[in-house]
């Protein structure tokens, strides 16, 4: 199995800023993926990070406010961009290898916007 | 519509109970399905895949059953530990490896 870690685990950050969430891996993943998990709600897909490529937004989801870095098999970040209280959710990383039906989920960001 | 439904939203139980969770879903093409449990403030960790030929699997004290044929799938826990409490998720691929999610089943375990 492989182990994520997402840093910061937690943060709190004022309106109209943006925040960086990086996640690494322990071993190199063919695919990432960035979720979003509103209170009380399910996981929802922002996008698949793609390596030295442009990530892959699922609807509703724009590169102009959550763009994606993948540089490595190994490492990914999630900037939200010009925050709103509406984006006080968790952001969870996720990896999967193609061929596999596993997927690992990091622990995940709390983020709170005021 | 791919879809997948979870029951019930939330559950209280005590010490050492048994119960069942349910999970309904139209997504298709059908690959697996996966139940998850998710701790407060932790990412969700897999409990269980079904592929497509397989009705029931067990890991430990979790029991998960698959029906292809009227796409329905329940997560049995068997004599419930206050450590059981977190939410249960269903997941089902589609498209390959982008998956949807049920919006969980929150089971509360009571000494």
């Known amino acids: 199995s492989a182990v994520i870690s997402q840093k910061p685990s937690r943060d709190i950050c004022q309106r109209g800023t943006s925040l960086t969430i990086q996640c690494q891996v322990d071993?190199?993943?063919?695919?990432m993926f960035w979720y979003r998990q509103q209170p009380g709600q399910s996981l929802t897909l922002i996008a698949t990070?793609?390596?030295?490529?442009?990530?892959?937004?699922e609807s509703g989801f724009v590169i102009d406010k959550f763009p994606i870095s993948r540089p490595n098999l190994t490492f990914s970040t999630l900037t939200v961009s010009n925050m709103s209280p509406e984006d006080s959710s968790i952001y969870l990383c996720?990896?999967?290898?193609?061929?596999?039906?596993?997927?690992?989920f990091g622990p995940g960001t709390r983020l709170t916007v005021l | 519509k791919n879809q997948v439904e979870q029951s019930p939203q939330s559950l209280i139980i005590l010490e050492g109970k048994n119960c069942t969770l349910q999970?309904?879903?139209?997504?298709?093409?059908?690959?697996?399905l996966r139940w998850y449990k998710q701790d407060t403030g932790r990412g969700p960790v897999s409990l269980t895949i079904?592929?497509?030929?397989?009705n029931t699997k067990s890991n430990g004290r979790y029991t998960a059953t698959l029906d292809a044929d009227t796409k329905q799938s329940s997560l049995h826990i068997t004599a419930s530990q206050l450590s059981d409490s977190a939410s249960y998720i269903c997941v089902v691929p589609r498209g390959g490896y982008i998956p949807t999610f049920g919006r969980g089943t929150s089971l509360i375990v009571h000494p």
């Open positions: 990070a793609n390596q030295g490529s442009e990530a892959t937004y």
């Open positions: 079904m592929t497509f030929s397989e």
């Open positions: 996720s990896v999967a290898d193609r061929g596999q039906d596993e997927q690992f």
């Open positions: 999970c309904n879903y139209t997504v298709s093409p059908f690959s697996n």
């Open positions: 071993s190199q993943v063919t695919m």
